[in-house]
């Protein structure tokens, strides 16, 4: 006979105890029709928005159509155990998830219930799942970087804390892969992080929550799965319940990142819970509200300043800033971005991060285009090393797709154009990173400021990943002083500057590739 | 039911006007009172679901079997209702109706549900109780169900106050589930 852990006498026995039944005065209505975990309600006259109804067996719907004689709701789980004529109960309280340092390392359902069998959570604070943003004068410009460790991103398009910088590319072009390092990267930074899993195969998660273990990123990790096979209702509220998981950062003076992997398919969920709610379909068949479903969820990723957060732990933190930073990410069906759901993301988000499948399949990885990848506020944020150093790989970047198309004639071009195209076939080559291989800014510092001072241009094109691995091994053995003075300040100078050329010089005479 | 609901309200308001004008509640309520119990008759039912028979002649029909029990307004909504195929909806046009006159004249009707039989002191404490609570006239009908073990039940509109030993070892037992 198996017990589980809180069948023990003295457990039950205080739990008895102090369990307190409160007689209190609830609205009662009956399901009238019960289709695709969508309920009807005779009764509960007064509902409200989103409130949550408690139906039989401990299962609970959330209010989203409140009509004259009834109340449309969508059952948040499983529905087989209901039958036309239950009772349905107001519980007079909006849709809440614990929150708090105890969800850390933990995987959640869109509910915060957990899923990865490590027992309850003993979480003291619940908050409400759709909060209104931080307003205009709550806010602070976004100054501080987010490292994402891929050079592509925090030299070309950087995200700031607080920043939403989507992620869009078609399927398989290393949407998720990008994501996930900016999550090992932030290991040692501080920043929290959500992991929000919509409409994703089981397998996916168990393999992503397996790789952030690895990594020892998921002791700073929230998890939060509603997979393929969770109903449509779960999938819609999970971006939401993250959302209010990072909150709980944001607004004790800490920084969280938070990722909604994909905002597609909450889009779908939202759509066939539209549907199925009858509210008249648009543009793709989405609902009229399908701009504001992702506009609120995106604005709350936000800087708060000192004072907001002062105000907010009632004089606990002092001083202190708080950011939700976000990274979206959307799935465009062959390269589609002219679809309705990816330009109104584009439009609500600071910039986008843009990968496309051409430039994967041909070895370029991360798959960034670096044209049309930009970011509109992460550029205040930059390390000034990475803002001083990349400058120049973004430009010779854009010279080199200008001139790729006369890569052919080769031969004929001039002396200049030719150095062009190849320094920008070298940038190329330089930009190209291993998944879960973060680097640090001095790393980075270190491979941008190679590529800008020409010590690539007589390294064979095929040669630089493995020359950028052997100068960075011997950076980090032989000036791990001058390696851990750029990543303790992020400064850049004359002094640096030339600390830095003379290293690549040194290597250069002794270093082997 | 619900649709039921949105179809009959607009009858019972009509209904209510002219009989708040006429000063004839009590007239108009037995009325629809016996009309719905005429319509939720099975084999009565059946005739006016029966395809066979005229819109016109179900209403004559219904008029018929309530003879003069009806005057001539009563009748001219059976025939209206008749005309538009909405006899059937009757009982919700009465339950609608004594809402609308239970609002107007402050009063709400509250059904209890008790373990036990209460005493007369009982319900006069709960009728007092409840009409501060709900700030109007309350008359109470009380029932007994021994399922409840201990406790009452409350109901008045959509309004539920369960205090029954029932519920509460009902939400114990999901608590330790748990």
Redesign the interface.
């Known amino acids: 006979m198996q017990l589980n852990p809180s069948e023990i006498s003295e457990l039950?026995k205080s739990?008895?105890e102090n369990?307190e039944?409160k007689?209190?005065?609830?609205?009662?209505?009956?399901i009238?029709s019960l289709m695709d975990g969508i309920i009807?309600i005779?009764?509960?006259?007064?509902a409200m928005q989103g409130e949550m109804i408690e139906l039989p067996g401990?299962t609970f719907a959330m209010a989203l159509n409140l009509?004259?004689?009834?109340v449309g709701a969508v059952v948040l789980g499983s529905y087989g155990h209901l039958t036309e004529g239950d009772t349905a109960?107001c519980t007079g309280r909006i849709l809440e998830v614990p929150i708090g340092n105890e969800m850390l390392g933990r995987v959640v359902d869109a509910l915060g219930m957990p899923i990865d069998g490590k027992g309850p959570i003993d979480a003291k604070l619940t908050a409400p799942i759709e909060k209104i943003a931080p307003g205009v004068i709550e806010r602070k410009s976004v100054d501080q970087p987010v490292q994402t460790g891929l050079k592509a991103i925090d030299a070309m398009v950087p995200v700031g804390r607080g920043q939403r910088e989507l992620i869009i590319g078609d399927r398989q072009t290393g949407k998720t892969a990008v994501a996930i390092d900016a999550i090992i990267n932030q290991a040692n930074t501080g920043v929290k992080c959500i992991y929000v899993a919509i409409g994703q195969k089981a397998s996916t998660v168990a393999n992503i929550v397996r790789k952030l273990e690895e990594h020892g990123a998921m002791e700073h990790t929230t998890i939060v799965a509603a997979g393929a096979s969770e109903s449509a209702a779960m999938q819609f509220i999970a971006p939401y319940s993250g959302c209010t998981m990072g909150e709980y950062f944001r607004d004790r003076g800490q920084d969280a990142l938070i990722i909604y992997d994909d905002l597609t398919k909450q889009a779908w969920a939202y759509r066939q819970v539209s549907l199925l709610l009858r509210r008249p379909p648009g543009r793709e068949a989405y609902p009229g509200d399908v701009f504001y479903l992702h506009s609120r969820l995106l604005e709350r990723a936000s800087r708060v300043n000192a004072e907001y957060v002062e105000e907010f732990t009632k004089g606990e933190v002092k001083g202190k800033t708080g950011s939700l930073t976000a990274l979206p990410i959307i799935e465009t069906q062959d390269g589609d971005v002219s679809a309705f759901v990816p330009t109104n993301v584009i439009s609500i988000t600071d910039g986008q991060i843009f990968l496309e499948t051409d430039l994967f399949n041909s070895g370029i990885r991360p798959a960034i285009n670096a044209g049309l990848s930009v970011s509109r506020v992460g550029g205040a944020a930059q390390t000034t090393i990475i803002k001083k150093l990349g400058g120049g790989v973004r430009l010779a970047l854009a010279q080199y797709r200008e001139l790729a198309a006369f890569a052919q004639f080769a031969s004929d071009l001039d002396d200049a154009t030719r150095a062009q195209l190849e320094l920008g076939e070298r940038v190329t080559e330089l930009m190209k990173q291993a998944q879960y291989s973060p680097l640090s800014i001095a790393e980075m510092g270190f491979s941008l400021f190679a590529a800008n001072e020409g010590f690539l241009n007589d390294v064979d094109v095929k040669k630089v990943v493995e020359y950028e691995a052997a100068m960075l091994a011997y950076m980090k053995s032989n000036k791990a002083d001058l390696i851990a003075q750029i990543n303790e300040t992020g400064d850049y100078n004359d002094e640096i500057a030339a600390a830095m050329k003379s290293a690549l010089e040194d290597f250069k005479a002794n270093g082997v590739y | 039911m619900t649709d039921f609901t949105t179809a009959a309200r607009p009858y019972a308001n009509a209904v209510y006007d002219i009989a708040n004008q006429a000063s004839a509640l009590d007239s108009w309520g037995d009325a629809l009172t016996n009309l719905s119990t005429v319509v939720s008759d099975v084999q009565m039912s059946e005739l006016l679901n029966n395809p066979e028979m005229g819109k016109q002649q179900k209403g004559d029909m219904l008029i018929q079997v309530l003879g003069d029990k009806l005057d001539e307004q009563q009748q001219n909504l059976v025939r209206l209702m008749a005309e538009n195929g909405r006899l059937s909806i009757m009982p919700d046009v009465r339950d609608q109706f004594e809402v609308a006159r239970a609002k107007a004249e402050n009063k709400v009707e509250a059904e209890v549900v008790s373990a036990f039989e209460l005493t007369t002191q009982q319900t006069d404490e709960l009728v007092n109780t409840l009409k501060n609570k709900l700030g109007c006239d309350v008359t109470l009908t009380t029932t007994v169900d021994e399922s409840l073990i201990g406790g009452v039940v409350i109901k008045a509109g959509d309004t539920i106050i369960d205090a029954s030993m029932k519920s509460q070892l009902d939400s114990l037992a999901l608590s330790l589930g748990r």
């Open positions: 039950i739990r008895i369990f039944q007689v209190e005065a609830r609205t009662e209505g009956t009238v009807r005779h009764g509960l006259a007064d401990d009509e004259r004689d009834s109960k």
